[in-house]
């Protein structure tokens, strides 16, 4: 990589990051984040800083498994940037996890704190292994030993980590036990994403869907649409996109369709939200067989037409193959990367409004910020402040964006990427350069 400063020819913005292919999310990040450093003139030094991490660590992590053979795992933590406040990032266990992956997630997190104000950088975490294969006990010494070689790195002043895919509420709580008796005193703001009842916070599971809710509430505003005249549709019926279903429908909104892994669910008079939620709680978390509407692919489901769509299941859903055929309103992203960037300048043309992930699902982080002040203060809110409080951070980034997006002329994506990267390349110039 070159080192030379060179303004006139804006090449290094195209060289740092991951390689990875052309319509993965994570290549998709990265054009927006170069194409966010040529609006702001960021000049070379400053992008270099912002595009390569700050610590990247690998680490071998022995395990004695229930037949009594020893495996070794490989874990990763990448704190990608600190400038802000100590890092945050979930962990992930998965077969294919890797360093390149774990970086560029790491990225994203920086950026998505960024865009919701709350005091933190970004970071993630991973182990390769299949948690499919492991038993209870295989996966708590796995998690603890991992929070064993990393008791350098995290701390609620340094790093904190969360649950992602494969961790959840439990594999939090080991690692907060393992760190507090290394440290010999109870540190519950080591990580958020805690069972209640070991300090974590009301409102935290439902968060996500409740932040993709109020920015979706603020677009319909700026639209002057009113949300009990709209129509809704909702790809992905877990955490995420059942709490958006059933906030929008307490709305008064039409939700017309939904769909799982099993298909799509359409009823042009309105669904029964929470009819569709007990029923999956009572089907094994599945839609199949649900009968009150008619099924439809998931392919179908994109191209309905209707005022909002929410992704929320997984990424790259709406490409280059059917961004034209897209005729919702807004489409308000749930999921982390369901629209990739060759898809955005068609559904730009399109007069399509896309609220971008980095804000629109960055409620769940939002109220791990919260569980953190909470732990700290060792005093603990009830969920209607939570709730107010979220959805107050929510509106107030959206406001934000909105504001950058008129400003510039772009997109609210693009305004998401200026505004995050500009907030921690201000902060950086004014902490400045430790030499
Ligand atoms: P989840 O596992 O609870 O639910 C995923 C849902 O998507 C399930 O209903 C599943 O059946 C469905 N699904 C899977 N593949 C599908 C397909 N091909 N077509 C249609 N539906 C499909 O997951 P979640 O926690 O709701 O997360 C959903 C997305 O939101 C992910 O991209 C995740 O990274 C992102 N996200 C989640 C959170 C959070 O707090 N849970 C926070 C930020 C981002």
Redesign the pocket.
């Known amino acids: 990589m070159s080192s030379k400063k060179d303004s006139s020819n804006s090449n290094f913005y195209k060289e740092p990051g991951p390689k990875l292919s052309a319509e993965s999310p994570f290549e998709s990040m990265m054009e927006r984040f170069r194409f966010a450093a040529e609006i702001l003139k960021l000049d070379e030094g400053m992008f270099q800083y912002l595009a390569s991490p700050v610590k990247q660590i690998i680490v071998s992590i022995p395990v004695v498994m229930d037949n009594g053979n020893i495996e070794v795992f490989e874990g990763y933590r990448v704190i990608h940037d600190n400038v802000l406040g100590p890092s945050k990032g979930g962990l992930r266990f998965a077969p294919d996890v890797n360093l390149e992956e774990v970086k560029a997630l790491a990225s994203w997190m920086t950026w998505k704190c960024a865009v919701v104000n709350v005091p933190f950088g970004g970071a993630k975490g991973g182990v390769r292994c299949n948690p499919k294969e492991l038993s209870m006990t295989e996966l708590e010494r796995l998690t603890r030993r991992y929070t064993a070689a990393m008791l350098e790195v995290f701390g609620p002043n340094k790093d904190i980590p969360a649950p992602d895919m494969n961790t959840n509420e439990q594999v939090m709580a080991w690692i907060m036990d393992t760190y507090s008796m290394n440290a010999q005193r109870t540190e519950t703001a080591v990580v958020t994403g805690k069972p209640i009842i070991l300090g974590g916070s009301q409102g935290r599971k439902e968060?996500?869907g409740r932040g993709v809710v109020t920015v979706t509430l603020a677009a319909l505003n700026k639209m002057g649409i009113m949300p009990n005249k709209t129509k809704v549709v909702v790809?992905?019926?877990?955490?995420?996109?059942s709490v958006s279903a059933q906030l929008m429908y307490e709305q008064g909104a039409k939700i017309i369709a939904v769909?799982?892994?099993s298909g799509g669910y359409y009823n042009e008079n309105g669904l029964d939200i929470p009819k569709m939620i007990t029923y999956v709680k009572n089907n094994n978390n599945s839609l199949e067989g649900f009968k009150e509407a008619e099924k439809i692919s998931?392919e179908q489901l994109l191209e309905l037409e209707c005022d909002v769509l929410i992704p929320?299941?997984?990424?790259d859903q709406i490409n280059r193959t059917n961004a034209h055929k897209i005729r919702a309103k807004i489409i308000a992203e749930?999921?982390?990367g369901p629209v990739t960037a060759n898809a955005d300048s068609i559904l730009e043309q399109n007069g399509v409004m896309v609220i971008p992930d980095i804000l629109a699902?960055a409620g769940?982080v939002t109220v791990s910020y919260f569980e953190w002040v909470q732990d700290r203060q060792g005093y603990f809110w009830t969920e209607e402040r939570v709730n107010r409080r979220l959805n107050r951070m929510m509106r107030n980034a959206f406001d934000n964006l909105y504001q950058v997006s008129e400003e510039y002329s772009i997109t609210l994506r693009q305004a998401a990427y200026v505004y995050a990267i500009n907030r921690v390349a201000t902060t950086l110039k004014l902490r400045g350069i430790y030499a």
């Open positions: 968060a996500t790809q992905g019926f877990g955490n995420v996109g769909s799982d892994i998931n929320a299941a997984k990424e749930g999921a982390n699902n769940g």
